[in-house]
């Protein structure tokens, strides 16, 4: 019995040690959230996959995004709008499988205005597939 267990928990191991990308997710994350405080679009585009979608809840954008494309636009029109932000990032927490992984944070952007977001991204082979930037009070 010892030994079977033993085989399926290195089975495991072995699993969670070749996901591409396991390590680097939070740091991919943390990327992300410097290229939009940056306003570097074109680093942004690179971060998603081809069918990726941006779910921005609250504020002027408010709507679904659904193709790179589309994404790019967004990300346009927010640093043409908010110029270059500062950033910091709070409670950042990621769950991961083989399969992918997924980061919840609340991330505040000051510049020309504070905004609070509470974000979460899911990554598949090591680029976004869905990400949702939910406009969020401030703290009280």
């Known amino acids: 019995m010892k030994k079977h267990t033993h085989n399926v928990l290195l089975a495991a191991l072995l699993a969670l040690v070749s ?10 994350a943390l990327a992300h959230f410097k290229a939009i405080a940056d306003g570097k679009t074109d680093m942004l585009k690179q971060q998603y996959a081809q069918n990726s979608r941006l779910e921005w809840v609250g504020g002027p954008l408010d709507g679904t995004y659904t193709t790179t494309d589309a994404i790019d636009e967004v990300w346009r029109k927010f640093t043409a ?22 980061v919840m944070a609340n991330v505040q952007f000051a510049g020309k205005t504070t905004i609070n977001v509470f974000y979460v991204l899911t990554y598949r082979e090591g680029k976004i597939v869905n990400e949702t930037w939910q406009i969020a009070p401030a703290a009280r």
């Open 81 to 102: 709008a908010q110029g270059k932000l500062k950033h910091n990032v709070d409670a950042l927490r990621e769950t991961t499988n083989p399969q992918g992984s997924t």
């Open 19 to 28: 996901v591409p990308g396991f390590a680097a997710v939070k740091e991919d």
